[in-house]
């Protein structure tokens, strides 16, 4: 069974950093492709970056250049690191994973989901 489970949520100033991180259990996070996405408040989920097996990243309009994933293959673990965090990256923010080698923003493309850690940034 898949699980992933996501830590590092918390309450920041504007212009501060965060960093999330997404444990996986059932599977190698090396070969599966991983995402993070965001809901903010009365809002969709949103895409807000991606990483593929080679360890390509893809990422949302909104935090390119601001966020970045990574992953630690010895522990089975991807990170999102936030940087000059800004009022509008308040959200319940999602680490997802996906039976593919493919990157992809659409939620629905997803199979595996973890339990969402809460992001807010005050100003």
């Known amino acids: 069974q898949v699980q992933l489970v996501e830590s590092g949520g918390g309450s920041v100033q504007a212009g501060g950093s965060l960093r999330l991180s997404c444990v996986v259990s059932?599977?190698?996070?090396?070969?599966?492709?991983m995402g993070w996405f965001r809901q903010p408040p009365k809002k969709e989920r949103e895409f807000v970056a991606s990483m593929i097996w080679n360890g390509s990243t893809g990422y949302a309009d909104s935090v390119k250049g601001r966020f970045t994933a990574s992953r630690d293959n010895a522990k089975n673990t991807v990170y999102l690191q936030m940087n000059n965090l800004k009022p509008e990256d308040t959200a319940v923010y999602y680490c997802a994973g996906r039976v593919s080698y493919l990157h992809s923003a659409r939620p629905n493309a997803y199979d595996y989901w973890g339990q969402g850690t809460q992001v807010t940034v005050s100003s």
């Open positions: 059932g599977r190698t996070v090396s070969g599966y492709t």
